[in-house]
């Protein structure tokens, strides 16, 4: 039987008060005050198979530093993510954890633990100064099983939610809170915490979930109950669409901010499928290679013009996306291409269709760059104007620009090694 509990005293409202010091401050508070989003005591249900609880955490954290000089050896990244607008990322690393700006790129704050603690996943709340994380490593700060929240204006956590198994990914929205674990996916209301529904996947050890990021209604994207298959909630209006993306497992998607389009790849790696997440309809197909590789990321741009792919070829490559965005849907966008975005480069052997394989009339990228290292890598696209910002496990930031009609190799414009310090940015975001 499911119980309630309820704690005290309730999450603070993200601060937004001018004399806060901490670098975690925006104008995107003003906005969630005036819609009167006041976070109350966590109430958090226990579910009969899995059984989870929530708690207020009292004491200011021990043992936590912001001097480098604190730091005697290497840091090693566990986790590296964008925060909801992509303007920011933050780190999780064998010591603890920081986050940084991206233009200009920046240190805003790094914090360690003096018990050499582990972060293996952090996900930052827009630009406030709440954050979720999860331990990890030989010496993780918390269990594997529970979310921990954490408030950088206090310094400390100030709240829990805890699992009977690991927790593989976090996605904060300003409304919900949403938990990934292996085979199963639960849904908090940010406000109060109080569990919405949950749902059951296929084995899910990459945490793989995507929620839109507008202040309209949730859309939720997760795995089906088959393998190659995707599960897309509208939570508005309870409509629940199945897509069969692929014959294989699936290994990576993304979801634009509004929640209409969805592009999705397998563990194949080759080919990179994008939907009407409303109707389930493909709308375009795009080609990575013809080998395997194991796709490490996936964004659209704002606009939807772009699609952006890295894997462990070590190649970031761009497509160019032939989308009426006005019509999706009623399903007219792949009729024809919108007339201000440049058609793909497609194979010259287009003439015999149906002649040669399939790949031979694939649409390829219109831009790559080659990627230094063998690191993990993840890729979205920055603020000007054909620029993309690619971040890597090995801590390197890369911004680059593209040329879509020329269709050479990237400019790289800057590069910098997040996991070594330097000049701190005194709290302020670009």
């Known amino acids: 039987m499911a119980t309630i509990s309820s704690f005290s005293p309730p999450i603070p409202l993200p601060n937004t008060s001018s004399k806060f010091q901490s670098p975690m401050l925006q104008p995107y508070l003003e906005q969630l005050e005036a819609q009167q989003l006041q976070l109350q005591p966590a109430v958090v249900k226990q579910v009969n198979d899995e059984p989870l609880h929530g708690s207020s955490i009292q004491n200011p954290e021990s043992g936590v530093s912001s001097n480098h000089a604190s730091v005697k050896h290497s840091v090693t990244a566990y986790h590296v993510s964008f925060n ?18 991206c233009v200009p790129f920046c240190e805003s704050f790094c914090r360690y633990f003096e018990n050499i603690g582990g972060i293996g996943i952090i996900e930052m709340f827009f630009r406030t100064n709440i954050l979720a994380f999860v331990g990890r490593g030989d010496h993780p700060q918390y269990p594997q099983n529970k979310v921990m929240i954490w408030d950088d204006h206090q310094s400390r956590c100030i709240s829990e939610l805890c699992f009977r198994s690991e927790v593989r990914s976090i996605r904060l929205r300003q409304d919900c809170i949403v938990v ?4 199963k996916i639960f849904v908090y209301n940010f406000s109060n915490l109080k569990l919405l529904f949950q749902i059951e996947t296929t084995t899910n050890p990459k945490g793989l979930c995507e929620v839109s990021q507008t202040a309209g209604p949730l859309v939720l994207v997760c795995p089906g109950l088959q393998k190659g298959q995707v599960r897309i909630k509208h939570y508005a209006s309870k ?13 990576c998607f993304a979801l634009t901010r509004e929640g209409n389009l969805l592009a999705t790849t397998s563990t194949k790696g080759t080919l990179i499928r994008i939907f009407n997440t409303l109707e389930g309809t493909l709308l375009q197909e795009v080609r990575r290679g013809l080998d395997r590789a194991e796709i490490y990321s996936v964004s659209f741009s704002p606009t ?10 070590g190649t ?27 058609v793909a ?8 269709r149906g002649v040669l394989p399939k790949y031979f009339n694939s649409e390829w990228s219109v831009a ?21 910002i690619i971040l890597g496990w090995d801590g390197s930031f890369i911004r680059c620009k593209f040329d879509p009609a020329s269709g050479k190799e990237m400019t790289q414009l800057e590069y910098h090694n997040f ?12």
């Open 180 to 183: 990934v674990l292996e085979q």
């Open 304 to 313: 939807a013009q772009w699609l952006a792919v890295c894997s462990d070829k």
């Open 345 to 352: 480069a497609s194979s010259s052997f287009s003439f015999i």
């Open 368 to 388: 790559q760059f080659r990627l230094p290292g063998v690191s993990k890598y993840i890729v979205t696209f920055g603020n000007e104007k054909n620029t993309l």
């Open 419 to 430: 996991l070594k310090p330097e000049e701190p940015c005194n709290g302020k975001y670009g």
């Open 316 to 342: 970031v490559h761009v497509f160019s996306l032939k989308l009426n965005l006005m019509n999706l849907s009623t399903n007219k966008s792949n009729s024809s291409p919108d007339s201000h975005v440049p």
């Open 84 to 101: 909801q607008d992509y303007g920011c990322f933050a780190i999780g690393t064998d010591r603890g954890f920081g986050v940084f700006n």
């Open 239 to 251: 409509r629940t669409k199945y897509i069969v993306a692929h014959d294989s497992v699936l290994a």
